[in-house]
């Protein structure tokens, strides 16, 4: 959506696709060439067996770069895109020019600021139970507890709105995608990050992130300490919005993006 060379690339979170941005791409149309893809096996992408280690994601991100022609581009990413978004900052900085993070816990993490918010990722533990996981996306049922349940602003949720996410769960092959992205994490990503991949990790594009405090799973005091890796970064911390910041402010995230990437 939009023209020009002022590019903005859009990065969703789980469990929903590109339809996340639906209300940030018109409101930076205006002044910017807006891209939301769809991450590997979300939305309309191909859900492949494997790849959804989260260095992979990123380089699908880079790879769709090179294949447009992309040389530098602004980012803005929420949940596991928001993740990707900042491994790709750490990755390929001289790709990106700016970017907006929104409620996630960067790869640099400490485990003394993580560690007494563990328990809160309860919900994931059932995504990885055998079968179980699967059987939750295909349900049609467990998406939409997800995205109301996860809000402050419950009352954003329409059907129509809730359906376009969970719908596309019910084919088997974005299950099973949705699940490997947690079961990759938990037991293949999370053990290097706590040896220590990302400690000395120091994030050199301007970056700013907007943390809605009423997020049940991921909470802003698991920030701290983020200014040994990225003494630049802006923090604002939203009060009355939940983990799905940009459906339930998606005013207040639009003004953020057009005055950062202006």
């Not at 009352?155 to 995608?177: C, K, M, Q, Y």
Request: with cysteine; aromatic share 12%.
């Amino acid at each position: 959506m939009g023209e020009g060379d002022d590019v903005v690339l859009c990065l969703h979170g789980w469990p929903q696709h590109w339809y996340e941005w639906r209300q940030l791409m018109p409101a930076l149309a205006d002044r910017h060439r807006v891209i939301a893809l769809d991450q590997r096996g979300f939305g309309w992408s191909e859900a492949t067996p494997g790849g959804y280690e989260k260095e992979e994601l990123a380089a699908d991100v880079l790879a769709l770069l090179d294949e447009l022609g992309l040389e530098r581009v602004k980012l803005v990413g929420h949940d596991w895109g928001g993740y990707v978004g900042f491994l790709l900052c750490l990755r390929a900085p001289r790709r990106f020019e700016r970017y907006l993070a929104l409620n996630i816990i960067p790869p640099w993490a400490s485990r003394r600021a993580m560690a007494p918010h563990l328990w809160r990722f309860w919900y994931q533990w059932l995504i990885l139970a055998p079968g179980l996981g699967h059987r939750l996306h295909t349900s049609g049922q467990y998406v939409p507890k997800v995205l109301v349940g996860g809000s402050v602003q419950r009352d954003v949720w329409d059907a129509a709105t809730i359906h376009a996410f969970s719908d596309t769960f019910r084919e088997p092959a974005r299950a099973r995608a949705a699940v490997q992205m947690y079961r990759v994490f938990n037991f293949r990503e999370m053990p290097e990050i706590v040896a220590g991949r990302y400690a000395r990790a120091r994030l050199e594009v301007p970056t700013r992130m907007l943390f809605g405090t009423g997020d049940a799973a991921l909470r802003p005091e698991s920030l701290a300490g983020w200014r040994r890796h990225a003494p630049e970064m802006q923090v604002e911390l939203v009060d009355g919005c939940g983990h799905f910041i940009v459906d339930e402010a998606p005013e207040l995230v639009a003004d953020r993006a057009r005055e950062f990437f202006a």
